[in-house]
C-alpha cells in the first residue's frame, strides 16, 4: 500500500515537472539562516535552496539577495533526505545559471570568440574567474611573460579565450596569454613598420632589469642593452634610469621574426670623442697629461677620457731611442695637434712641434720657399748646387 502510494506521489510530481535534472519556476516562500524556502508554482511541492545553491559569495546575506514572493527559475536537484532538510526537495540557482552559462561558453569556445571574466581569487597555481560560471586561469596562462605574484589580477576583468571547456566534468580552462600574444603581435607589425633603423624616437622606461631597460614605444616593448645606455661603463641600468622616465631612444635594430626591436641611449648623444675634436682642430696647441708609454710613442690625455699618441719621432728634435728615455707618466706637455681621424677616432699629437721656435719655423718656411721655387710641375727633382748658385747671385 505504501510503495503505491509513493508510486502515486512520483507519478504526480513527473506530471507537476518536479523531478531531479527539470527546471521549474519556483516562489519565495521564507527566507532563513542559511537557505530560502521555496514552492514549486502550480505543483503544491514545497522545498528549500540552500545559501550555496543559492549564491557562489558566501559573504552576502539572503535576506538582500531576495524576498518573500519572488518568483525566479530554479534546477530540481533531487528530494529531501532528511529532517534537517525542509520540504520535499532541494533546489539550486547557482547550477541553473552555471548550466546557462556552459551552454553559452561552449558556442563562444567554438566561434573562437573572446569573453570577459571578472577575477574573483587567487589558488595555487592560477587564478579563479567569474565568466556566468567559475573558470580557471592557469599562471602560465596569464600573460606572454612570467607572473610571479598574482594579487594585484583579484578583482580585475580580463579579457579572455577559452582554453578549455567541459560541461559535464563543470571544467573550464581559461587563457590570456593567447590574446595578449595576438594582441602584441598586431601592435608590433603596427609599431615596426612605422619605424626605420636610424630613427630617433620617444619612449618610456617600462621596466628595468639587470641586463638592460625596456622601453615602452606606444604599447610595444623595445630594449636597451646595458652597453647601449651610456658611453660610459654602467654597473647596473637602474643607477642611470628610473621607471615611467621618457627618454629618447635610436632604433638600431628590428627583428620581426623574433619580434623584437633594439634600441640604444648612447648613440642620440655624442661620444666624449665627438665632444673633445668638436672644440679642437689640427694645428691647435693644448696641454696635456701623459697616461702611458710604449715603445713607439706616447700616449697623452688632452680631455677628459681621449687621449692622442706622440709618436717617439715627435717626441723631441733630438733622437729619441725609447720614449722613456723623455717622459715619465704623469708629466704634463704641451703638444700640437698634427691630425684628428674621427673614422678611427685617432689623434696624432707632436711635442717637439709645439715647442718649435721662432727660427725653426723660419728656417722651415725658408726651405719651403726655395723648394716650391724650384720644384716645377714637370720637375722631377732639383740638385742642390742649384740652389746655392741662385743664392750666391743675389
Not at 521564507?30 to 535552496?49: K, M
Not at 533531487?78 to 561552449?106: M, V
Not at 640604444?264 to 697629461?289: L, V, Y
Request: proline share 2%.
Amino acid at each position: 500500500m505504501v510503495d503505491n502510494n509513493n508510486f502515486m506521489m512520483d507519478a504526480l510530481e513527473e506530471m507537476n515537472g518536479v523531478e531531479p535534472g527539470k527546471v521549474v519556476e519556483v516562489e519565495v516562500l521564507s527566507v532563513e539562516d542559511g537557505q530560502v524556502i521555496v514552492g514549486v508554482v502550480g505543483a503544491g511541492v514545497e522545498g528549500a535552496i540552500q545559501k550555496k545553491e543559492f549564491t557562489r559569495n558566501n559573504s552576502e546575506n539572503l535576506r538582500d539577495l531576495t524576498k518573500v514572493g519572488a518568483q525566479f527559475e530554479a534546477l530540481v536537484l533531487r528530494r529531501a533526505g532528511g529532517d534537517k532538510e525542509n520540504g520535499e526537495f532541494l533546489f539550486s540557482i547557482t547550477r541553473l545559471k552555471e548550466r546557462a552559462a556552459f551552454t553559452k561558453l561552449e558556442k563562444e569556445f567554438e566561434a573562437g570568440n573572446v569573453i570577459e571574466g571578472k577575477v574573483t581569487g587567487s589558488v595555487r597555481g592560477g587564478l579563479l574567474v567569474d565568466v556566468g560560471t567559475r573558470g580557471f586561469l592557469p599562471a602560465s596562462l596569464i600573460s606572454d611573460h612570467y607572473v610571479s605574484d598574482l594579487r594585484p589580477y583579484i578583482g580585475q576583468t580580463l579579457k579572455l579565450k577559452i582554453s578549455e571547456i567541459d560541461a559535464s566534468k563543470n571544467r573550464l580552462v581559461l587563457s590570456r596569454k593567447e590574446l595578449l600574444s595576438e594582441e602584441h603581435q598586431a601592435a608590433f607589425d603596427k609599431i615596426a613598420n612605422s619605424l626605420a633603423v636610424g630613427d630617433i624616437i620617444e619612449g618610456k622606461v617600462s621596466r628595468l632589469t639587470n641586463f638592460g631597460a625596456f622601453i615602452d614605444l606606444g604599447g610595444v616593448d623595445g630594449l636597451v642593452h646595458i652597453s647601449e645606455i651610456s658611453h660610459k661603463r654602467v654597473e647596473k641600468p637602474s643607477d642611470v634610469l628610473t621607471a615611467g622616465e621618457t627618454i629618447h631612444v635610436k632604433v638600431i635594430g628590428i627583428d620581426a621574426d623574433k619580434q623584437r626591436i633594439s634600441l640604444s641611449i648612447k648613440q642620440t648623444e655624442k661620444s666624449p670623442f665627438e665632444q673633445a675634436t668638436n672644440e679642437i682642430s689640427q694645428g691647435d696647441i693644448i696641454e696635456g697629461t701623459v697616461k702611458s708609454l710604449t715603445d713607439f710613442g706616447a700616449f697623452v690625455e688632452i680631455a677628459n677620457g681621449i687621449q692622442g699618441l706622440v709618436h717617439v719621432s715627435e717626441i723631441a728634435n733630438e733622437h729619441v731611442k725609447v720614449p722613456a728615455d723623455k717622459l715619465s707618466v704623469g708629466d704634463k706637455v704641451t703638444v700640437k695637434v698634427l691630425s684628428i681621424d674621427k673614422g678611427e677616432k685617432r689623434i696624432s699629437l707632436s711635442i717637439k712641434q709645439a715647442t718649435a721656435t721662432d727660427s725653426d719655423e723660419s728656417a722651415k718656411d725658408s726651405t719651403e720657399d726655395v723648394t716650391e721655387k724650384y720644384m716645377k710641375d714637370n720637375d722631377t727633382g732639383f740638385a742642390v748646387g742649384d740652389i746655392i748658385g741662385d743664392q750666391l747671385k743675389d
